[in-house]
T-cell receptor, first 116, second 111 residues
Framework: GAGVSQSPSNKVTEKGKDVELRCDPI?????LYWYRQRLGQGLEFLIY????????KSGLPSDRFSAERTGESVSTLTIQRTQQEDSAVYLC??????????????FGPGTRLTVT | QKEVEQDPGPLSVPEGAIVSLNCTYS??????FMWYRQYSRKGPELLMY????GNKEDGRFTAQVDKSSKYISLFIRDSQPSDSATYLC???????????FGKGTKLTVNP
């Protein structure tokens, strides 16, 4: 079946503008994660959704970052008043329902964000 | 000290070489250990998954976990140019689906 999809694949924006990134997880996956990957760096956890539970927002770097998820489907990551340090690849992942190996996270191709 | 440490490399080896990649960690609560492979401009994909200590083999790949030393390794035998990628270790705690990732090691296998 279809994997995790993300859009747009690339986004160039001017400093100070807001951007919205979209993630479509694998159908049936209840958990959804957002990560940030700066050039030459590892994956930095941002936020985690699991079913209808309150999201774990502990990784969001500032109040300019927010994310929403509609049920167990699409999620959007919004960055307000973008800064140059927000330039990175934003990766979304989803994982299988509880009871199955939940640690196999399936990643999308990422959105490459460039703030000029 | 970071929870997970991984030498970023880069690592360059000739085709056919045995490659050893490793990570150290500080949190003894980690129980699940994974290796992800990330090709350039792609998302990471799960390569190996190990629970607790021990070895796991899958074709040319072997994952080892030594919880007493808080050290995990990935060995690649008979490395191929198609193995050229960044390899990220990741770890999870029991009862949690969150993973902590290493920085990744960039590997190049030269033909």
């Amino acid at each position: 079946g279809a994997g995790v999809s993300q859009s747009p694949s690339n986004k160039v924006t001017e400093k100070g503008k807001d951007v919205e990134l979209r993630c479509d997880p694998i159908s049936g996956h209840t958990a959804l994660y957002w990560y940030r990957q700066r050039l030459g760096q590892g994956l930095e956890f941002l936020i985690y959704f699991q079913g209808n539970s309150a999201p774990d927002k502990s990784g969001l770097p500032s109040d300019r970052f927010s994310a929403e998820r509609t049920g167990e489907s699409v999620s959007t990551l919004t960055i307000q008043r973008t800064q140059q340090e927000d330039s990175a690849v934003y990766l979304c992942a989803s994982s299988s329902p509880p009871g199955l190996p939940a640690y196999e996270q399936y990643f999308g191709p990422g959105t490459r964000l460039t703030v000029t | 000290q970071k929870e997970v440490e991984q030498d970023p490399g880069p690592l360059s080896v000739p085709e056919g070489a045995i490659v050893s990649l490793n990570c150290t960690y500080s949190n003894s609560a980690f129980q699940y250990f994974m290796w992800y492979r990330q090709y350039s401009r792609k998302g990471p994909e799960l390569l190996m998954y190990t629970y607790s200590s021990g070895n796991k083999e899958d074709g040319r790949f072997t994952a080892q976990v030594d919880k007493s030393s808080k050290y995990i390794s990935l060995f690649i035998r008979d490395s191929q140019p198609s193995d050229s990628a960044t390899y990220l270790c990741a770890m999870g705690k029991g009862g949690s689906e969150k993973l902590v990732f290493g920085k990744g090691t960039k590997l190049t296998v030269n033909p």
